[in-house]
């Protein structure tokens, strides 16, 4: 599934990216251009940042 229509960016490249130490979108942003298109994809970006972080904390 796509996040980023503009750059083309999948949901699992953005997990890639959060695996690789991306922790914000704009951090993502940086790597792959998610988010510094017309924005859209901004909001799908920052709900996976907090389900990986929703994540990490039960597995701690």
């Excluded at 750059?7 to 998610?34: M, N, P, S, W, Y």
Aim: aromatic share 4%.
């Amino acid at each position: 599934m796509f996040v980023c229509i503009c750059k083309a960016i999948t949901e699992a490249e953005v997990h890639e990216h959060l695996d690789d130490g991306a922790d914000t979108a704009d951090a993502i942003g940086e790597r792959c251009g998610a988010g510094w298109g017309c924005g859209t994809c901004v909001d799908r970006l920052n709900e996976l940042l907090v389900q990986r972080s929703a994540v990490g904390r039960t597995a701690a």
